[in-house]
């Protein structure tokens, strides 16, 4: 009893960082296990983190700073606000571990006992994952300014496998300096045409926010997104996505420049696993770039967004998406009930730390629940982030000086069956309402209605869709599908010839052309296409076919034995 009452007396009347025999932190204790988990998977050579953090001397060296950004919440960088949701891979530090930290570094950094100090966590050097399935490189190198504005670029990475696999995991390796890559996207081109964008064969195209055009039959699921310190995420079974023979994969990187000119040339890891995918989430976007114009000086715009769910689907992870004048990020449901359930919350955005969050526990949101997305903008001089000094009006727009107001969402639709379309099909009707001309909301429910055998519906969304963006071959040739549908033929060749005015290598758009020409009767163009197609596939069993019943027709014509 009598020594506990010394004790209490010494701790309050002695300053602290002198009495003996009272213990402060140390780096042994207290400190090594923080540092090594929410610190050195980027304080450590070859990240991005400016200087290492995994040993005590580097620990040491750095207290005050240490001490500094762990108070105001600067690092580790993470930007959801605690308490709201739950996510997988937390790096925020606890208000006892940031406690811990200051008075650490406040009492001089002691180091502890040295024998006690645990091992720095062993980082395997190269792929995180282990050796991957396949590797795809980018074709050449990208030469990276010494100085200027980040730069957006898309390698276009060609994918010559033979049969389809199911991939589990992506890891990307930026090929590059530390920290040149910021953070990347892998994109998935079914339709192959990516590589037409590029500057030159195998040298990539520019662009920070990349569209690629998918079947609404087909739309993505998965988020495959890189950043610098993360270890890759890993699809549970049954979640995995196919890659076919063909499919063009497009890594689109975001390049931080060093001061020096420097080569990039990333690789992508892929993973396999032989357990084919059984259960199909959608990513849905929310968005609302039209309502971005943002004037000079305002500091609390709102753009907001509202998406009504059509069934009950559990959300499985989520990735906001703003550029440098977003401040504020919210997006939540509002169930059934009237209750409100946080999807996220970002108090203080910075595109810099930008991250798709996987839920710890999915976040159910049932039919009738509308999702909210809130994002605030602070264009004015007091936003240290803004591109603009003195601010400017900005508008929606895809280089770092716009905005964007972006909320994509992976969610899994409940019960047995495969329930993508339904959960598709409202959100294109969504985007309509927003914005009625939209090329893509118009293309795919083009696409819907083609499915559902409403093809005059699917002309007038094509059509629609066509006008809004007369460049795109895809575009043209489901309108000719569509028109020769309504027995429109020759409304349908000219859009397959447009088509491949656009494209000359699209084989699709050919081959519906010959199908035209035959039902118009000019047997010889018919030939020369269906010719063109089975030279670029020999192994098209539909073309060759279609050759044969030509031929024979020819022949007939001519006089000759059918
Ligand atoms: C996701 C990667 C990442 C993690 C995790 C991370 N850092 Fe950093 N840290 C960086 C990068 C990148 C920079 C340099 C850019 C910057 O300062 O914004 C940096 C900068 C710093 C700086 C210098 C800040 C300044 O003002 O110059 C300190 C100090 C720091 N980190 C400490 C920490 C501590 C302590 C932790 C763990 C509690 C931590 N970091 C976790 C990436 C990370």
Redesign the pocket.
Known sequence: MRRLAVGVWLVVTIPASAAPGVSHPNFAHDIAP??YR??A???RPGE???FP?LTYADAAK?AA??AA??RSRY???WLPEAGTVKFEGE?R?TGEEIRIISEWAAAGAPEGPPGEIPAPPHFPAGWQLGMPDMVLEAPQAFQVPAAGPDVYWNFVLPNHRTTSVYVRAVEIRPGGGA?LVHHANLLVDRLAASHEREVAPGEGFPGMDLEIMRSPFDPPGNFLFWKP?SVPHQEPDGFAWRLDPGDELVLNIHLRLSGKPEYVRPAVGLYFTDKPQTRFPLLIQMENDQALDIPAGASDFVVKDDFRMPLDADALAIYPHAHYLGKLLEAYATLPDGSRRWLIRIPDWNPDWQAVYYYREPVFLPKGAVISMRYHYDNSAANVRNPHQPPQRVQGGDQATDEMAHLWLELLPRGPQDRRRELQEAVIRHTLEKNPKDFAANLNLGAVMLSRLNASGAVSALETAVTADPGRAEAHNMLGVALQQVGRNSGAATEFEIALKLRPEYLAARFNLANSQIKAGKLQEAIANLRQVIAAKPDDPLARQRLQAALAAQKQRAGGQP
């Open positions: 923080i540092v929410a610190c998977p980027c304080h991005t983190g400016p953090l750095h700073q240490i950004v762990t690092m580790p960088p790096r530090l920290g310190g």
